[in-house]
């Protein structure tokens, strides 16, 4: 994901104090960034309790998306207090409030269970509004569209070796995710399912890559792929015979 960029646009696009991007996988680890990167420094001993995990029971956002399901944008205000009472709120809040981030919008784009990856923009003194959560909304339809794509193109990834083999011939991204799928097995139609665009499209991306290639067809494009990704046969290991040292 592009995230200097989406986090600069969020920025853009809100009156906030902070954005940050903040993830937890499968076995509970936690991780986040934040920009401006210094906005955490005066709370050091605030940001080691959260990244050591024993404040994500206290955080109305995270416990609401793990009761609710509900992956919809969502404001750290209108968590009701029934979900998170108002001894835990403070633990988080205090700090947050010094920091001028007590207000928190929360933008997921992968959730699933407690693993989660979400944006969340946050400012002081004021609730977003009817109005910013409407603009979430928006903006998540586009952060789900661009994780799928960045996942597809991923699976598509050249190895390194398929890597060295296309870099001398200044395939776009598209141009090579097509390529190695061919190259892998797949089918024109398999490859466009994969990457999320049209058989036709898929051709077209192929077309390009031949002239760069300098080829007429798949075969010998996938051809000149395998072959030019192919790891030399290993040397044998010829010993000198005893005696002759």
């Given amino acids: 994901m592009p995230h200097e960029q989406i986090v600069e646009y969020l920025n ?3 009156e906030v104090t902070a954005v940050a991007h903040h993830w ?7 991780g986040m960034t934040i920009r401006p990167t210094d906005v955490l420094d005066q709370e050091a001993d605030a940001v ?3 990244r050591s995990g024993e404040l994500t029971t206290c955080h109305p956002l995270l416990v609401w998306f793990a009761q609710t399901r509900d992956p919809r944008p969502q404001t750290m205000a209108r968590v009701p207090t029934g979900l998170v009472n108002k001894r835990k709120r403070t633990l ?3 700090p947050l409030r010094r920091l001028g981030l007590e207000q928190q919008l929360a933008l997921n784009y992968q959730l699933d269970g407690i693993m989660h990856r979400t944006y969340v923009l946050g400012r002081s003194v004021r ?3 009817d109005a910013d959560l409407e603009v979430a909304n928006y903006l998540q339809w586009g952060l789900l569209a661009l994780d799928f794509q960045v996942r597809l193109l991923r699976e598509a990834c050249p190895t390194i070796q398929e890597q060295a083999a296309l870099s001398a011939y200044n395939l776009t991204a598209r141009e090579s995710a097509v390529l190695t799928l061919l190259a892998r097995g797949d089918s024109t139609r398999t490859a466009s399912r994969k990457l ?3 058989p036709r499209t898929a051709e077209k991306h192929l077309e390009r890559a031949y002239r760069k290639l300098g080829v007429r067809d798949r075969v010998n494009a996938v051809l000149l792929v395998r072959t030019a990704s192919t790891p030399p046969p290993a040397r044998p290991d010829v010993r000198t015979p005893v005696g002759l040292a």
């Fill in 12 to 14: 853009d696009s809100f």
């Fill in 24 to 30: 937890r996988n499968a076995a509970g680890q936690i």
């Fill in 48 to 50: 080691a309790d959260w």
């Fill in 92 to 94: 988080v809040e205090q």
């Fill in 127 to 129: 609730d977003f509004s």
């Fill in 196 to 198: 999320g665009c049209s």
